[in-house]
T-cell receptor, first 114, second 117 residues
């Protein structure tokens, strides 16, 4: 079975500062990994995903994440935070077998300070 | 292209009343999911459909929850009777591909926010 742990339920950064949101997964085999963003009163929107190939994945809105098998991590980063980045961020894992069940982390709320 | 459509967006009911949520997935997506998201938590899967077949409903509280996807397109999730603890956001998602091994992106609707009084 797969699971994800997001370290830090709340993260605050200054506008223009580096954003780092942490995600560690637990899986017997390398899973598929996803980051989603959720703005208030909206559904989840995909930021990026890792399935195979290059371990550094670039997504929308300037976000990227790196799959590190040795650390079982998939941390999300952005070099310079914008006010519009304030939202809830969810890391998710899915297995490589048949079926498509996602397991979501508990989320990290990002606050951007002007 | 339209995204996943859900209605209603908000619903307030008294406990023991029934309630139903509707979802229309993205056209061509044969996999449909219902999730429940409690406050401050990530979404948790309730049921997954491949076309009209429910292939994973292990987390669905079957004593009070039911779901259907009769024609393999839109779906309805019902709670009867509702309890206070059912207050949450109910999210619908869809994806393309049945046996893709989990790599297909799930696209989410805006959710239905349920408050049970």
């Amino acid at each position: 079975a797969q699971s994800v742990t997001q370290l830090g339920s709340h993260v605050s950064v200054s506008e223009g500062a580096l954003v780092l949101l942490r995600c560690n997964y637990s899986s017997s085999v390398p899973p598929y990994l996803f980051w989603y963003v959720q703005y208030p009163n909206q559904g989840l929107q995909l930021l990026l995903k890792y399935t195979t190939g290059a371990t550094l994945v670039k997504g929308i809105n300037g976000f990227e994440a790196e799959f590190k098998k040795s650390e079982t991590s998939f941390h999300l980063t952005k070099p310079s935070a914008h006010m519009s980045d304030a939202a809830e961020y969810f890391c998710a894992v899915s297995g490589r077998g048949t079926g498509n069940q996602f397991y979501f982390g508990t989320g990290t709320s990002l606050t951007v300070i002007p | 292209e339209a995204g996943v459509v859900q209605s209603p967006r908000y619903k307030i009911i008294e406990k023991k009343q029934p309630v139903a949520f509707w979802c229309n997935p993205i056209s061509g997506h044969n996999t449909l999911y219902w999730y429940r998201q409690n406050l401050g938590q990530g979404p948790e899967l309730l049921i997954r459909y491949e076309n009209e077949e429910a292939v994973d409903d292990s987390q669905l509280p079957k004593d009070r929850f039911s779901a259907e996807r009769l024609k393999g397109v839109d779906s309805t999730l019902k709670i009867q009777p509702a309890e206070l603890g059912d207050s949450a956001v109910y999210l619908c998602a869809s994806s393309f591909g049945e046996t893709s091994g989990g790599r297909e992106t799930q696209y989410f609707g805006p959710g239905t926010r349920l408050l049970v009084l």
